[in-house]
């Protein structure tokens, strides 16, 4: 499975959640423009394994962050799009910041500061 | 539930054809054709069906698939495999059952509050003298009472009891022998329970001019017919005419199955010393607990010792809740066994589990593929558990059906003593307790061997073809482990039993003072109404049994105040005073008292050791006479002749009497007990007594003769009834009883642990011979002499049993003592029963590890050479 991958990142565990949350912060999409957005928006790097993806929908519907309605798409076609709910708002903000937190830490270990 | 989830998989597919469709029209935008597109989408998008199932897992539901899944193949796997299944699960529902039998036993004796409102609150006294180191069953004073109840203020109410039989009698129906009790009005409130239809006894009822009685629910139903205008009849209760006020709720018979209850009235001339018949109970007030009650009546008890010297050195009361007091005898017993029953369960684990770890190796390629196949190691051993959980489910499921038929068996061979025997049954608690048990049995069984299987490393399992190999030396020494602690349990059990069976043997040989052989005994209890003068009554027991020693078959009759070793009767605690030289307290032990017609001693064969027997010529009207026991002569005459001496029994001190015989000490409780003082007195010097205990010895059969005994007793009162009509034979086994079934019970017990451990060792060594086939066939080849190729399997299997009896004999060392309250005459480390068992125990082992060394012997080395 992980055969095709060797070249790409591995998404952290969680990381996925904040991405779909965040795609998700300028409206409805589908599956499939989901996990586009996250692919064009990281410059091809970050490919969004369906078996990840589909799973971590449906759990965050679960867990009432997001909501899906099926809707037609630009191509008259019947897709089940998803939005973000007022907690998934609240989520995204909080998880943000933690992101924030852990990558400013992460940088300083990694590259620490001139002369240390 | 279905058709929602059939919706979500339905709405799933539809979101990932979507998926694929707008992956397609992006491609196909892009510039590649329709079918590249096609293909290209269904690549990069993976695998269908795994992202369905991922996904599903999210809605919950498929660990429950899962679980079905492998309920599925695990019950597949037992039926591809009948013969193992079939022995585990037999091992397994033995273990279980059992389990579930005895706990049950368990529950419904102990563990069950008593029918009683706030039952906790409820205590017993139990009169201790613990510098003398006695106890007398619990009977007190009035006076004592008394003293109790107007100086603590830690109970709601106490009241005392005196529990009787007594004979009913109605106009038309037959006169009928029950048990009743005499209360005072406060017993309702302490009970807690109180007349359904009707009223309970009052303080008004003592000054009354009608006696006045509470009938019991069942004798209301059984002997008026549950008449619904009973209350206000007339019944005659002992030849009293009683007005009946009340009829108690269904089920209540507190004490000893009292049918009716009638007033305690006062008596201001109670002594203090009269310490019998009169139980005494009490309610705690919800804020006092037992230790604060029993200080205060520690005060008091301190107190009236020094008030009272003569009457009360040495005595207190001990309070006791009334639930441990009522199941104090079979206490130990029952969680004895319930212990044995749970070692017997482990060794069957433990067997079980050495079944399913020799499978799991023959599984090694079956779990190696799957896991080769995707399967994570949790999926592994969560599948292995699910099957060793089944295996303990169906074990439990037949073992339930066992305990069913355990159950009734058990009831039926227990001695009837036994109380609360009829609380015993499957109940939610019980089926907890079995639902508890399966889970734990197959966790304890499963886990190793799951765990194991999804340790194996995959690639040597599939690298090694299509050879099952041998295991490495790890496994079997969980092989062996497992086995040594069978062994040790078993060893355990087997010591138990030998240490039980001994000492069943030494009680049964003791000595009880008298010949039980064919002795038919039966209670006669005479009413005071209908026999107002003892002299009628003397009269009465010497028509009797003059009539009775005159029927063909009958060597002798007597009559006695009661029976020895507890046969029936009420057993009088008094003291006596020797003349001229008063008794030191510590001299005065408690003192049995009886009153015996002329031919008791005969009858009973209690041999007269010096002096004489009492004849008919003792009389009212004769000088006063009595019989003192071998105890008294040797610690109070110690080196005198007692004959001629005199003393002052309690019961008539105004005269003293004149010692005119020395008997020997007769067992008065139990088997077990030294015997106390005892004192005889002829019938017609103190025939104040109504109720009596008929004696006959018998040259046959003794029940052959109930219907002329009881037509000689008719003869002489067409309305006096006989009860408790039994053997003396049957006294003495009944007395044994407990000690018997817990003895029987045990051995049973243990002789099943020894049986699965022989097995348990068998197989182990059978499995090891089984590997090392290979390795034989070669040390045979090789020119190893089939003696050498024994003695190495055989000293292997030893080794697995010896160091399992050392640590048998170990636990055994420290373990045993919590038995001593069983035993009788035999240390709980007995040397010779530590010994004898554990070379039994060695045979055996040794008998298990033969069979298969044996086998090894004869394998050919050809074969188990070409074999690979």
């Known amino acids: 499975m992980k055969r095709g991958y060797q070249n790409r990142i591995e998404l952290l565990q969680g990381t996925l959640d904040l991405l779909i949350l965040q795609t998700l912060q300028w ?90 | 539930m279905k058709f929602w989830r059939q919706h979500k998989d339905e709405e799933l597919d539809a979101e990932i054809r979507s998926h694929l469709d707008e992956a397609m029209r992006d491609r196909i935008e892009r510039g590649e054709s329709p079918d590249e597109a096609r293909v290209n989408a269904l690549r990069e998008f993976g695998n269908v069906g795994l992202v369905k199932e991922v996904t599903r897992e999210m809605w919950g539901w498929a660990t429950l698939k899962q679980m079905v899944q492998d309920l599925r193949f695990g019950l597949r796997m037992l039926w591809k495999n009948p013969g193992f299944s079939l022995v585990a699960i037999l091992t397994l529902a033995f273990g279980i059952g059992t389990n579930t039998a005895i706990f049950s036993v368990v529950n419904g004796v102990l563990l069950k509050p008593l029918p009683y409102p706030d039952a906790e609150r409820l205590v017993r006294f139990e009169g201790i003298n ?84 509470v009938l019991s629910y069942g004798l209301w139903q059984r002997r008026f017919g549950a008449n619904p205008n009973i209350l206000g009849s007339r019944i005659t209760l002992g030849g009293t005419p009683c007005i009946v006020v009340g009829v108690m709720p269904a089920g209540f018979d507190y004490p000893a199955k009292a049918q009716i209850w009638t007033l305690l009235y006062p008596n201001p001339k109670e002594r203090r010393d009269n310490r019998y018949v009169r ?152 089926l907890a307790f079995t639902v508890g048990v399966v889970g734990l049995v197959g966790l304890f069984f499963g886990l190793a061997p799951a765990l194991h299987a999804a340790k194996a490393d995959l690639n040597d399992v599939l690298k090694e073809g299509g050879r099952s190999g041998s295991d490495g030396p790890k496994r079997n020494r969980v092989h062996a482990i497992l086995v040594v602690s069978e062994i040790a349990l078993s060893l355990l059990l087997l010591i138990g039993a030998g240490l039980l069976i001994k000492s069943f043997m030494l009680l049964r040989d003791v000595n009880p003072g008298f010949d039980p052989k064919n002795v038919l005994t039966m209670r006669v209890a005479l009413p005071g109404r209908r026999y107002p003068n003892p002299q009628q009554a003397a009269t009465f027991f010497r028509e009797l049994t003059q009539r009775v020693s005159a029927l063909p078959g009958v060597e002798a009759a007597g ?15 008094r003291s006596f005073i020797p003349e001229g030289r008063p008794l030191t307290p510590e001299e005065a032990l408690q003192t049995d008292y009886f009153v015996v017609t002329p031919d008791y001693f005969k009858t009973m064969r ?59 000490d007769v067992k008065i409780t139990r088997l077990d007990k030294k015997a106390d003082y005892q004192i005889y007195v002829p019938y017609a010097q103190d025939a104040g007594w109504g109720g009596m205990s008929l004696a006959v010895r018998t040259k046959g059969e003794p029940e052959a003769l109930t219907s002329q005994v009881r037509g000689a007793i008719f003869s002489i009162d067409k309305n006096q009834p006989a009860y408790d009509i039994k053997t003396m034979d049957d006294v003495f086994s009944a007395s044994v009883a407990n000690t018997r079934l817990v003895m029987l019970l045990f051995g049973v017990f243990s002789i099943f642990a020894l049986l699965l451990a022989s097995i348990g060792i068998y197989g182990v060594i059978a499995y090891s011979v089984a ?27 030893m080794m697995i049993a010896l160091i399992g009896a050392g640590l048998g004999l170990a636990g055994a060392f420290a373990a045993t003592r919590v038995m001593r309250r069983l035993l009788y005459g035999v240390s709980a480390t007995d040397p010779l029963i530590f010994i004898g068992v554990s070379l039994l125990l060695t045979v055996v082992a040794l008998l298990a590890c033969y069979i298969p060394a044996r086998r090894a012997t004869k394998v050919d080395p050809m074969i188990a050479l070409r074999y690979e």
């Open chain 1, 27 to 116: 409206g409805p999409r589908h599956g499939y423009g989901i996990s586009q957005a996250i692919r064009t928006g990281s410059g091809e790097v970050l490919q969004v394994d369906t078996g990840s993806l589909y799973p971590a929908l449906h759990r965050l519907e679960r867990k009432k962050l997001i909501k899906a309605e099926w809707t037609v798409s630009e191509y008259n076609q019947q897709v089940k799009a998803y939005q973000l709910t007022a907690a998934g708002k609240k989520q995204l903000a909080a998880e943000r910041s933690n992101w924030k937190r852990l990558t400013a830490a992460m940088a300083g270990i990694l590259n620490p500061p001139e002369g240390a």
């Open chain 2, 130 to 213: 613990p510098d003398r180191g006695i106890s007398n069953g619990g009977y007190h004073s009035m006076p004592d009472y008394h003293d109790w109840q107007s100086q603590t203020d830690a109970f709601e109410s106490i009241t005392p009891i005196v529990q009787q039989n007594t004979v009913l009698t109605g106009d038309e129906t037959e006169a009928e022998n029950i048990p009743f009790a005499k209360v005072t009005p406060s017993f309702f409130q302490t009970m807690g329970v109180y007349p359904f239809m009707g009223r309970a006894l009052l303080k008004e009822d003592e000054v009354a001019d009608d006696v006045v009685a």
């Open chain 2, 279 to 430: 139980i005494v109970i009490a309610r705690l007030k919800p804020t006092a607990t037992i230790a604060e009650a029993q200080s205060q009546i520690d005060t008091i008890s301190a107190r009236l010792q020094q008030q009272f010297p003569e009457t009360n050195y040495g005595w207190s009361a001990r309070l006791t809740s009334l639930q441990d007091w009522t199941t104090r005898d079979v206490r130990t017993s029952l969680l004895l066994l319930l212990g044995a029953v749970g070692f017997v369960l482990l060794i069957a684990c433990a067997n079980v589990a050495n079944l399913l770890l020799a499978r799991a190796s023959a599984r090694r390629r079956e779990i190696a593929v799957r896991t080769a196949l995707g399967a994570g190691r949790g999926r592994i051993i969560r599948q292995l558990l699910t099957e060793s959980l089944l295996l303990a489910a169906l074990g439990g499921a037949v073992g339930l059906a066992l305990s069913f038929l355990l159950i009734k068996l058990l009831i039926a061979i227990s001695p009837a003593d036994v109380p609360r025997l009829d609380q015993v049954g499957l109940d939610a608690r019980v």
């Open chain 2, 559 to 573: 009559a006695v105040l009661s029976l020895p070793l507890g046969g029936s009767g009420e057993t009088a605690g």
């Open chain 2, 606 to 664: 209690i041999p007269v050791k010096t002096g004489r027997s009492f004849t008919d010529r003792d009389t009212g009207d004769t000088p006063k006479v009595v019989i003192i026991n071998d105890s008294i002569a040797r610690r109070i005459f110690a080196g005198e002749d007692p004959i001629g001496k005199r003393i002052t029994v309690w019961r008539d001190e105004q005269f003293p009497r004149e010692i005119v015989g020395v008997v020997s």
């Open chain 2, 771 to 797: 590997q090392r086939t290979h390795e034989i066939g070669i040390r045979l080849a090789l020119g190893a002499q089939t003696r050498d190729v024994l003695r190495m399997i055989v000293t292997q299997g």
